[in-house]
């Protein structure tokens, strides 16, 4: 459970640094955001072979597999509908599945509704060449080294701020507990 919620958080990292961005762009609270365009079809099809080829959509599993395995596990206090239990997790799977597809097809526009079809195309061809399929590869295990170490540097980073301001408030004849 901590390696699936070092993922989930390694996940929120990676979605967070990835629309900051884009957030970035984002027009002042209230102000009339310009009418996008809608997506072509090839858009939406290249957008869909990013999604999935970026390794992103692997965190939909991530998520849906423990809710499963949650289920699963009621039988532990429930031995007697265990056979069942397993019945229904095995006949909600194509449910879930169908779910998880709804979900890159959201991602898919999403990525459509940013980047144009030369750009995707640019994208995909980037994850389809060794060096993407590598980072693809490699990206779950830098994202836990990164969550790691945001946390002692957030820590760091806190010390250091009650550090400055007792020292600063201190010159003006305050003391800060």
């Known amino acids: 459970m901590i390696r699936f ?38 858009q939406l099809a290249l957008a869909r072979e990013v999604a999935i080829g970026s390794g992103m959509t692997r965190s939909f599993d991530a998520m849906a597999e423990p809710l499963l395995g949650q289920l699963q596990q009621m039988n532990v206090t429930r031995p007697e509908i265990q056979q069942d239990l397993l019945s229904v997790v095995e006949t909600l799977r194509p449910e879930i599945e169908l779910q998880k597809q709804q979900m890159v097809n959201t991602a898919a526009r999403i990525f459509a509704e940013r980047f144009t ?8 061809a980037f994850y389809k060449s060794p060096t993407g399929a590598k980072f693809v590869e490699q990206q779950p295990l830098v994202l836990d080294d990164i969550v ?3 946390a002692t540097w957030t820590q760091n980073v806190s010390e250091y701020i009650m550090i400055r301001a007792r020292a600063e408030m201190a010159k003006k004849g305050h003391q800060l507990q």
């Open 148 to 150: 790691r170490e945001l």
């Open 5 to 42: 919620a070092s993922r989930l958080a390694a996940a929120s990292l990676a979605l967070t640094l990835a629309a900051a961005p884009a957030l970035a762009q984002q027009p002042a609270p209230g102000a009339q955001a310009p009418a996008a365009a809608q997506p072509s079809a090839g």
């Open 117 to 124: 079809e030369s750009e995707l195309r640019d994208i995909s």
